[in-house]
């Protein structure tokens, strides 16, 4: 009788380890999950940030290009002003060669 007690004793504090670990194991599972969660939205931000960034280095880009063409415009014309014997042709903004004379 003795050891019967102390047996079901023993089994009833293994099968409350037992249900504590299924619960650790679930709340590590939920975890898991909120973790995975917030890996993809990291990534889905990146994503978005690297998207950003390269539509502001090409605004970057159009704007030094229109202040680059700006200035060989302004001094092309101070220059051309003063001499009739030059014709001064402006370059067209959607043409990617006249782009190129921009830059350089």
């Given at each position: 009788?003795?050891?019967?007690?102390?047996?079901?004793?023993?089994?009833?504090?293994?099968?409350?380890?037992?249900?504590?670990?299924?619960?650790?194991?679930?709340?590590?599972?939920?975890?898991?999950?909120?973790?995975?969660?917030?890996?993809?939205?990291?990534?889905?931000?990146?994503?978005?940030a690297?998207?950003?960034n390269?539509?502001?280095s090409?605004?970057?880009?159009?704007?030094?290009?229109?202040?680059?063409?700006?200035?060989?415009?302004?001094?092309?014309?101070?220059?051309?002003?003063?001499?009739?014997?030059?014709?001064?042709?402006?370059?067209f903004?959607n043409?990617?060669?006249?782009?190129?004379?921009?830059?350089?």
């Amino acid at each position: 009788d003795e050891e019967r007690l102390q047996c079901n004793e023993c089994l009833k504090k293994l099968y409350q380890t037992k249900l504590s670990c299924i619960q650790s194991i679930q709340y590590l599972i939920e975890q898991q999950r909120e973790i995975d969660e917030c890996i993809t939205d990291l990534k889905s931000t990146k994503i978005h940030a690297q998207e950003i960034n390269e539509k502001i280095s090409e605004l970057n880009q159009i704007s030094w290009l229109k202040l680059c063409c700006s200035k060989k415009k302004t001094h092309s014309l101070e220059i051309n002003l003063h001499d009739d014997n030059h014709l001064l042709i402006l370059p067209f903004l959607n043409d990617q060669s006249n782009l190129n004379n921009c830059i350089s």
